[in-house]
DNA sequence: CCCATTAATTATCATTTGATAACTAAATGG
DNA sequence: CCATTTAGTTATCAAATGATAATTAATGGG
């Protein structure tokens, strides 16, 4: 197959995968924090413990705006800093009760959305699903450094 | 399997997908647009052409909003307006022709990115990705209404 | 023909986000 | 030890984005 229609086809595949996941967390997001703050509260949930810097590199936000929105995060009592005996520098952060709390009830609304998407699918046709999902992971959208 | 691992695996997938389309698109929008014009253009080079309801719907951002960027692009003769004869409320917009090269110009580049990530990929591969890319486009990240 | 709806515009405001400079403190490596 | 690098903070500013209200104009259904 042409390279022109592969492309394309890639971007149209990416274009939905956008698409469905703003479906799947739209209005998951409580109204005090800023999307920013969410998104960084995710990284964590999933991550955790993580650094400034980890959060800096990962989400492409600068360390003065991490360190920043972290600080909101930490007066709003959603997450919490640790130092690290080995390197007074660095500060470990892990999402607080109430943090995590919040993650795994928004976690669970989306799964939930998640699961009504796929709940039509056989057991075959998830057993596709799932090796497709490896297909790609490997041989596409693998992270290289 | 376990569907919580199900779950897992999608939302692991999906941050992938979303690091690596920035990975491809990163350093590519012209310094004298803004990221959400840049996504504008972008929706309205694959779409065109297209109302401004249409693009307001589809990039979730308000009537507005979308108007007022849309008259920032077409100032900077990026795109422009057609009346619809055969309802003169609506508007069709598509990119001019410096916006389409402009346009033009970067899906190369970022087209030039994505073969260099699959270069090492087989013919079988490459069939391979493409079923994965189908299965997963028509029963995970389909669109509904 | 009127009323409700749709499409788009303009103006305005608040908030969020991004960018930069200047700083402290700790580690690391010759 | 001293210089450099790393980790994080604070302050400040500008720009981008989001939200809302009020308006115009055209359409479409009873």
Redesign the pocket.
């Known amino acids: 197959m042409d390279q022109e229609v592969f492309f394309q086809k890639f971007v149209t595949f990416a274009t939905s995968v956008h698409e469905v996941t703003y479906e799947l967390t739209k209005d998951i997001k409580p109204n005090d924090i800023?999307?920013?703050?969410y998104s960084i509260l995710e990284y964590i949930a999933v991550s955790q413990p993580v650094?400034?810097?980890?959060i800096?590199d990962c989400k492409?936000?600068?360390?003065?705006?991490?360190?920043?929105?972290?600080?909101k995060l930490t007066e709003k009592n959603l997450c919490e800093?640790f130092d690290v005996a080995?390197?007074?520098?660095?500060?470990?952060i892990r999402l607080s009760e109430v943090g995590q709390a919040m993650m795994n009830e928004a976690f669970h609304r989306i799964g939930g959305r998640f699961l009504d998407r796929i709940k039509d699918a056989s057991a075959e046709e998830l057993e596709e699903i799932q090796r497709a999902l490896d297909v790609l992971q490997s041989k596409v959208f693998y992270g290289d450094k």
Do not use: A, F, G, Y
């Open positions: 800023t999307p920013v703050q650094t400034l810097s980890q800096s492409h936000i600068s360390m003065p705006n991490t360190s920043r929105e972290l600080k800093k080995e390197d007074r520098r660095k500060q470990l």
